[in-house]
């Protein structure tokens, strides 16, 4: 593919204005390892001050409304989150998901609205562990991908649209359990997504990033990443300190 590796923290929601302190020291690792790009999605609370205290790494917020602006109490919009400082969205994680009721088409709407407003996507997708064991996780996913991706012009006013738009799989169990996929899985999947893109938006799905996510660590970060289309990595839990990040950061 290319790509140098990119590696995205999703701090949940962890964090206040003493976390800056963890998001500048793993800047200074991101600053002396220009091969790895990295990027960290705080709380939209932190977005604006974290954006101000980094200087080499994407800050990029964990959701967005599908709308512009209106009466949706407690919701922030694509535009909102541009204007706070973040140059990316993470959305259809699996906790919003299973907290927030989130649907495939609300995934699918928040995508279009993100990319309209001009920010890239991490758009994540993934299977239960009742899915895989009864050999239904590549066609849950496609499912997903189906009803998920954005429509879009792959090509606008020259820019290539698909280049800012990245797939993050993470299997949700493995999310925050230390249990990962056999790397053959993780190549089998990550090949059925990449047909996915191609069949969807032909050669410019070849542009697409497909990042893994479930438990990554700094010990096991180089083998998954070493893994055929894998561009990356969206990593919770050991994101959330320079002492884990900076190690993966490393690591890749
Ligand atoms: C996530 O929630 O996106 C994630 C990958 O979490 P963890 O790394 O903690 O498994």
Same mark, same amino acid.
């Given at each position: 593919m290319g790509h140098r590796p990119y590696i995205v923290g999703n701090w949940k929601m962890n964090g206040t204005r003493n976390s800056l302190a963890e998001a500048r020291a793993i800047d200074r690792v991101a600053s002396k390892w220009p091969q790895v790009r990295v990027g960290i999605a705080p709380p939209h609370t932190l977005i604006h001050a974290m954006r101000d205290a980094v200087d080499s790494i994407d800050v990029g917020g964990q959701d967005c409304h599908s709308e512009t602006d209106g009466a949706y109490t407690g919701d922030i919009s694509a535009a909102m989150l541009k204007d706070a400082g973040a140059s990316f969205a993470i959305l259809g994680h699996s906790e919003r998901r299973q907290y927030h009721g989130e649907t495939n088409p609300q995934v699918k709407a928040k995508c279009e609205a993100a990319l309209g407003a001009g920010l890239s996507v991490i758009l994540c997708v993934g299977e239960t562990e009742e899915q895989r064991d009864s050999g239904e996780a590549e066609s849950t996913v496609s499912g997903q991908l189906t009803s998920c991706l954005p429509e879009i012009a792959v090509e606008e006013e020259g820019e290539s649209v698909s280049a800012r738009l990245a797939i993050a799989y993470e299997p949700i169990w493995a999310i925050g359990t230390g249990r990962v996929p056999s790397l053959d899985e993780i190549k089998a999947m990550h090949a059925s997504i990449r047909a996915k893109l191609v069949d969807t938006f032909g050669e410019n799905g070849n542009e697409v990033r497909i990042l893994y996510g479930g438990s990554v660590k700094a010990d096991n970060a180089l083998e998954?990443?070493?893994?055929?289309? $894998? +561009? =990356? #990595?969206? $990593? +919770? =839990? #050991?994101s959330l300190t320079n002492e884990s990040f900076g190690a993966i950061i490393i690591a890749a």
């Open positions: 998954i990443l070493s893994c055929d289309e $894998v +561009g =990356g #990595a969206l $990593v +919770g =839990g #050991a």
